[in-house]
């Protein structure tokens, strides 16, 4: 199950932006943050892809949920207006924003190149 964050828990676990003016990562594993809303279709297609994702990364990713409509103030943040809209965060560097309804494919080339986390192997 993925852990859904609300402002508060967003500010400890990913970027307290109350504090920070610049980009600063607050924590220490990769995610992913998917900002979404009950009753997107797109957004229920990729929730099991989102899920299958994490089971395979483990602890290496993690992935985050932000329900739009219960949590405004981050989405208006973050400039979120079509969802679902998926903010990968790098530990070093700036996070970077998709758009859509991807392919599982492209979530593990983004994981990747942006997040640099290799996919484990499974013997």
């Not at 970027?15 to 990769?30: H, S």
């Not at 981050?74 to 790098?90: D, K, R, Y």
Request: hydrophobic residues 40%.
């Amino acid at each position: 199950m993925l852990e859904h964050l609300t402002k508060e828990t967003f500010k400890e676990k990913v970027f307290n932006f109350e504090v920070n003016t610049e980009w600063k990562f607050e924590g220490t594993t990769p995610c992913m943050i998917d900002f979404y809303a009950d009753w997107c279709g797109p957004c229920k297609m990729i929730a099991p892809v989102l899920e299958e994702l994490q089971k395979e990364y483990g602890d290496d990713l993690v992935i985050y949920k932000v329900n739009t409509e219960n949590e405004r103030e981050l989405s208006a943040i973050f400039g979120i207006q079509s969802i679902p809209s998926l903010l990968f965060v790098p530990v070093d560097g700036q996070p970077q924003m998709a758009m859509g309804a991807l392919p599982k494919s492209t979530f593990e080339k983004a994981i990747a190149d942006v997040l640099n986390v290799k996919k484990p192997t499974v013997n």
